[in-house]
């Protein structure tokens, strides 16, 4: 039995704290925290590891165990939902998007019931597991869901927001998280809002969009390289995949040279495919995808190998960054286009 | 919701209206799945008419009991039934298939009486589960039934959610397979083999109950001592008739979906009458 000077303390005192673990850490905590004071709030779990000593322990009758099930995991969720309660359903990012689909489309985002999906081990968090357990093409899933919101926290941080945050939004919300610990974006709490892009570094030469830990922490230290050869790179945080932030993206493409998207996600159908689709109608400007090549790794090493692997690097973006700004110079040779 | 019991003679009465609805909506421009609609219509007939807990003028009433059709290319049984039962004119069962409808070859979360969309096969069961989980957590005595084609026990899914709902001790759900023996391509035991199917979802842990799909009286009886035990689900397997009541479709692979012409539509209708006379 947990007593209540044994519990973890508040988000809000705590933020430093977040960053002892992973972003899956926060997200267990946080969940733990709110289910505390809202008993609708049951966590599902579909053999994930990680909630059975503490949310289990501490709050059975709010846990529910489907076992190694997706399908159920979602219909039965769905069902939950429907009858008044809301649910987390947890399970990793590869077997929502793939193995799930259908339940996803037709009983969460079907029916736009209150599910809140946390999927970890998103992009190749998990890469050293093999090919089975690389989500590469989960957002370009998603993304195909209406009624759905798609979240990717940048770090351990954001989860804990972004988690606060998809408790009580209507519909259903996926939220996508890495399974290892990574560096710290966010400095202290800040405003997070459903669907609003964090601009983390001003700049007019050129934009950096990221999503994802990783994603972002390069463009961050990719910017950093820029300044030191003078350029100024803007660095937005699209925490939120869909809702797009239209607004963000379209003075990005209206205000520089053009756009860098950054993603653990395959090249094709994720934050670049978002974004170079929104700003072909709206305001047509060029767009360079740094993400995972269109091929199959089948090579062994830890996230940030298989990101190389992969053509995810601090370079690439720092290369692209360049390459738009070349191309902008050479449109109007006398000055940036702006 | 009925007030009084209705009598076995009134429940066949509204059995027959709604198998004539059903061929009504099978003589649209696009058909629809008769044989394993007319298969389900006297179960269906059944739960709303003296089972479950509802109130057709405000179907999401936070007492109703839950019904969920799993196999729900029989909507046009559902649609029938629900509209002998009140949630909307019998009427709109004309507008069957027809644009901007409410009423889809697969059942809509529009019309009110539908809790889920169903269609694609396997679904049901687990959203079935995850409401009963839903009432047992907080303290509900709602009800939840869940109408499973045989057939579509051939989904893996089902047995993930059958599984479960034993786990959880779900003695607030009711699992009934409209056991009819068909499916597209022949019969469910030569596609893929379902038997023995009581034996199966008894060592699941489910309390098994058989019997005959189309004996009103039956179905009233073995649906009125639910549950079989308090702590486990019940699974009824209802035996039943593809294409019941309608000669020239019963027990026939070819009547799994048909597109009546007027000509096939008169035959149709004429033979579930006449089926009707003999057996009263």
């Known amino acids: 039995m947990t007593t209540a000077e044994e519990r973890p303390a508040p988000v809000e005192d705590s933020w430093a704290a977040l960053y002892q673990g992973a972003a899956r850490d926060t997200y267990r905590r946080t969940l733990l925290e709110l289910a505390r004071t809202d008993e609708r709030i049951h966590c599902v779990d579909s053999d994930m590891g990680g909630f059975e000593d503490g949310f289990a322990a501490e709050l059975p009758g709010q846990y529910v165990n489907v076992g190694i099930a997706e399908a159920n995991l979602f219909g039965l969720s769905a069902g939950l939902a429907a009858a008044g309660l809301i649910p987390f359903a947890n399970t990793m990012s590869a077997f929502a998007t ?101 601009r983390l570094v001003d700049g007019d030469d050129v934009a950096l969009l990221a999503t994802g830990p990783l994603p972002v922490h390069y463009a961050l230290t990719a910017a950093r390289l820029l300044a030191e050869r003078g350029i100024s790179a803007r660095v937005l945080n699209m925490h939120t995949i869909k809702p797009l932030d239209r607004a963000a993206v379209l003075a990005a493409a209206q205000e520089t040279a053009g756009l860098v998207t950054v993603e653990d996600h395959l090249v094709v159908g994720g934050l670049g495919g978002a974004v170079s689709e929104l700003v072909t109608s709206e305001h047509p400007c060029r767009v360079r995808r740094v993400g995972i090549e269109d091929r199959y790794l089948d090579s062994v090493g830890d996230e940030r190998d298989l990101l190389e692997d992969g053509g995810v690097t601090v370079d690439r973006i720092v290369t692209e960054a360049l390459t738009l700004l070349g191309a902008a110079r050479s449109d109007s040779p006398d000055q940036r286009r702006k | ?264 539509h008169e035959r149709a209708v004429a033979g579930l009458n006449a089926r009707r006379r003999n057996r009263t």
């Open chain 2, 1 to 264: 919701m009925t007030e009084q019991p209705v009598s076995t003679a009134e429940l066949a009465d509204r059995a027959h209206r709604a198998r004539e609805n059903v061929l009504a909506m099978g003589a649209t421009e696009h058909g629809t799945h008769v044989g394993g609609s007319l298969s389900a219509v006297d179960i269906l007939t059944v739960l709303y008419g003296s089972v479950l807990r509802y109130r057709p003028e405000e179907p999401t009433w936070a007492d109703r009991d839950w019904f969920v059709l799993s196999k729900g290319h029989a909507s046009a049984a559902l649609y029938a039934v629900l509209a002998e039962h009140g949630y909307f004119p019998p009427e709109e069962c004309a507008s069957y298939g027809q644009r901007r409808s409410r009423l889809a070859g697969h059942p809509l979360r529009r019309l009110p009486g539908v809790e889920f969309p169903t269609g694609s096969l396997g679904h049901g069961l687990s959203l079935a589960c995850g409401v009963a989980l839903a009432m047992a957590r907080t303290g509900r005595d709602n009800r939840v039934f869940a109408l499973l084609g045989d057939g579509e026990l051939q989904e893996g899914s089902n047995w993930e959610a059958i599984m479960s709902a034993a786990h959880f001790g779900l003695g607030n759900l009711t699992a009934v397979i409209d056991r009819n023996g068909w499916q597209i391509t022949g019969r469910t035991e030569d596609a893929m083999a379902l038997e023995p199917l009581a034996d199966r979802w008894r060592s699941f842990g489910w309390s098994v109950v058989d019997v005959d799909g189309h004996d009103l009286e039956a179905l009233r009886a073995v649906f009125g001592a639910l549950p079989a035990a308090p702590d486990r689900p019940t699974v009824v397997i209802a035996r039943t008739l593809k294409g019941r009541g309608v000669p020239i479709f019963e027990d026939n692979r070819k009547s799994h979906y048909v597109r009546l012409t007027p000509r096939l």
């Open chain 1, 98 to 198: 793939t193995r799930a689909a259908e339940q996803l489309k037709l009983d969460v985002a079907g029916s736009s019931l209150p599910v809140r999906i946390v999927a970890t081990h998103g992009g190749l968090s998990a890469g050293h597991y093999g090919p089975s357990h690389h989500a590469l093409q989960d957002l370009a899933i998603l993304r195909t869901m209406p009624q759905l919101t798609v979240l990717v926290p940048a770090d351990a941080g954001e989860t804990a927001l972004a988690v606060r945050a998809a408790a009580y939004h209507p519909g259903p919300v996926f939220i996508r998280l890495g399974r290892n610990p990574t560096p710290q974006v966010h400095p202290e709490p800040y405003a997070f809002t459903i669907g609003e892009a964090v």
